[in-house]
C-alpha cells in the first residue's frame, strides 16, 4: 500500500491524462457512444510513451500505435453502422421499419473462438521470439501473447461482437500481474478497474442483444 502511495504522489501530468482517458474509453464504448474513440486516440498516444520509455514493455508500446490507428477506425465504422442504420429506418415506407430495441452486435460462433484463440497464441509466441532476439523487454512471451490477443479482441470490439467484452476480462487480468511485476502498481489498479468495465461492458451489450431478440419476436 504505502508503494501505491508514493506511486501515486509520484505520477505526472502525462500518467494522470493517459489514465483518466483510458478509462473514458472504456465506459464509453461499453455504453455503446462512439466518442470512446476519441479518447481512446488520446490514450494511446500517452501509453505509448509511458509503456516504452518507462516501463520498457516494446510489444506493448507497439501495441499503442496499432490503438491509435485503431481508433480512426473505429470511429470510422461505428458512424458508418449508425448512418447505415438511420437510412435503413428512412425506408420503413418501403418495407416494415426495424423494431424499436434492435442491435448490430453479434455473438460469435465456435469456430470463431478456436480461431481467435489459437491464432493469437501461435502469433503471441512468433512475437514473443522477435521482440526477445531483436530488444531488450521484460515478460517478452506473456507482454508478447497478451499484445496479440488485445489486437484481436480490439477488432472484435470494432466489429461490435458481444464476446470481446469476454476477451478484455481475461487480458486485463493478465495485465494485472504484469504491471505488478514489472512495478507498476498504478497501472496495475488501472487494469482492475479495466476488468470491472470489461463485466459492466459486457452485461450492457448482453441486455442490447436480449433486447433486440425480444422485439425481433
Given at each position: ?105 453479434r455473438s460469435m460462433?465456435?469456430?470463431e473462438h478456436a ?34 490477443f488485445s489486437v ?66
Open positions: 500500500m504505502e508503494d501505491l502511495i508514493a506511486q501515486i504522489s509520484a505520477t505526472d501530468g502525462v500518467e494522470w491524462v493517459a489514465t483518466l482517458t483510458a478509462l473514458a474509453y472504456v465506459y464509453l464504448a461499453a455504453r455503446d457512444s462512439q466518442w470512446c474513440w476519441g479518447f481512446a486516440a488520446v490514450s494511446a498516444v500517452l501509453w505509448a510513451h509511458q509503456s516504452l520509455v518507462v516501463y520498457e514493455l516494446v510489444s506493448d508500446a507497439l501495441l499503442q500505435v496499432f490503438y491509435l490507428i485503431m481508433a480512426g477506425v473505429g470511429l470510422f465504422q461505428w458512424h458508418r453502422s449508425r448512418r447505415a442504420a438511420a437510412a435503413t429506418d428512412s425506408l420503413d415506407s418501403l418495407a416494415m421499419a426495424p423494431s424499436e430495441g434492435t442491435t448490430d452486435i460462433t465456435a469456430a480461431i481467435m484463440i489459437g491464432g493469437c497464441l501461435a502469433l503471441g509466441l512468433l512475437l514473443g521470439y522477435a521482440v526477445g532476439a531483436l530488444a531488450t523487454a521484460t515478460q517478452t512471451y506473456l507482454d508478447a501473447i497478451t499484445t496479440t484481436a479482441a480490439t477488432f472484435l470490439l470494432i466489429g461490435r461482437r458481444l464476446e470481446n467484452w469476454l476477451y478484455w476480462v481475461v487480458i486485463d487480468a493478465v495485465y494485472v500481474y504484469i504491471y505488478l511485476r514489472s512495478g507498476a502498481l498504478l497501472f496495475a489498479l488501472l487494469m482492475v478497474l479495466y476488468v470491472i468495465l470489461a463485466v459492466y461492458g459486457y452485461r450492457e451489450w448482453r441486455s442490447a442483444v436480449d433486447r433486440s431478440d425480444e422485439a425481433a419476436g
